[in-house]
């Protein structure tokens, strides 16, 4: 059976800190992000096993897997990539380092295969991502997802006029108007121009480490709406289902206005009571 856990430190002849430093300093055409994540693998291999590299395979697959139990199967498997490529590098600065065992590793399977992951961001998640320096308007964008469960496409072209949220021709052929905050007032300001979502992904990862597309945010609203009390007819209203509207004459609709107001705002008061910053 293997042992997770602390592995004893060997002799600093071949010091993790020492290795990744020559490693950066050899691939200078890496992203700013990608060095962050090989950083952090590095990182995680070094809190479990200790401050020098591990080079037998045993040692490998025992610090492989305490990165796993403690961070997840991702940062198991984004380990064994990158301290592959980390000990191939060593070895042209030292060829006492033993090669990578591949035979080993594939019998081993020291990669898995991820668990599909929840559509839902976690409490820990959301607050990563709002803490994110996201570039431009991403940090908008994010919480403005989080706040109304907006499809990316409705984000895209949401405006906010007269203390309304609107966003025309929406994919069930409707207008979708919502009562607006003022959270949600100062940051749809004058709108967004942008047509692609993929680089949301890339800057969350990049950021966080965190798996991320968009409908997570929408379904983390729905979640967060659950939460707060909101009435399932009335989240069904927020998240524009198509449902929501059957037998719903115009005249309801705007009389449930004030309480759509209301379930808005006690959904943003969940948000701040877990610490999430809006």
Not at 174 to 203: R, V, W
Request: net charge positive.
């Amino acid at each position: 059976e293997i042992q997770t856990g602390r592995v004893e430190d060997k002799p600093t002849q071949y010091p993790i800190s020492k290795l990744s430093a020559a490693f950066f300093e050899s691939q200078t055409s890496l992203a700013a992000g990608t060095v962050d994540n090989y950083q952090r693998s590095f990182d995680h291999v070094a809190e479990v096993h200790g401050k020098t590299l591990p080079t037998t395979f045993k040692e490998i697959q025992q610090t492989i897997l305490g990165v796993r139990v403690k961070y997840g199967e991702g940062a198991g498997n984004n380990a064994v990539r990158h301290l592959r490529r980390l000990i191939n590098f060593s070895r042209t600065l030292d060829k006492t380092i033993p090669e990578w065992p591949t035979e080993d590793a594939k019998t081993a399977k020291l990669k898995v295969k991820e668990r599909r992951k929840s559509h839902k961001l976690t409490f820990e998640e959301q607050k990563a991502i709002c803490d994110a320096d996201l570039p431009g308007h991403w940090n908008r964008v994010v919480r403005i997802g989080l706040l109304t469960g907006l499809r990316p496409g409705e984000i895209a072209k949401v405006t906010c006029n007269n203390g309304r949220l609107f966003v025309g021709d929406t994919k069930n052929g409707s207008d979708h108007i919502l009562p607006a905050t003022e959270t949600l007032t100062e940051l749809i300001q004058d709108g967004f121009a942008f047509a692609d979502f993929k680089p949301l992904n890339k800057y969350v990862k990049r950021e966080t480490g965190i798996h991320f597309y968009p409908k997570r945010l929408r379904n983390t609203f729905a979640m967060m709406c659950d939460m707060s009390g909101v009435s399932s007819h009335n989240i069904s209203l927020l998240l524009n289902h198509e449902s929501g509207f059957a037998n719903v004459t115009a005249g309801y609709i705007e009389k449930n206005d004030g309480q759509l107001l209301d379930a808005l705002q006690k959904v943003e008061a969940t948000y701040r009571q877990i610490g999430v910053s809006l």
